[in-house]
């Protein structure tokens, strides 16, 4: 695999997982008693728990995009 190849493939990766994340936060914001609705059915949370642990996770995740998608793009871009 060649450094275009695979700065051609970060990009890739964290446009998709930039859409994951849009299409999660969408959920999260616009049919939020619906998403908490469908959630409740199989773990025990209360709407204040259940909105931490949301937007808890989608920090993470944001965080794991940036650090494994968007650095090593960066990196390869400043080195090829």
């Given at each position: ?8 493939a ?14 999660w ?18 773990y ?24 494994f998608?968007?650095?090593p ?8």
């Amino acid at each position: 695999m060649n450094v275009e190849l695979a700065t051609k493939a970060f990009l890739w990766c964290a446009a998709i997982n930039y859409g994951i994340l849009i299409v999660w936060f969408l959920l999260f914001a616009f049919p939020h008693q619906w998403f908490y609705r469908l959630v409740g059915k199989w773990y025990r949370v209360t709407a204040e728990q259940f909105d931490t642990l949301n937007l808890a996770l989608m920090s993470l995740y944001k965080v794991g995009i940036l650090l494994f998608n968007i650095v090593p793009y960066i990196a390869l871009r400043i080195v090829g």
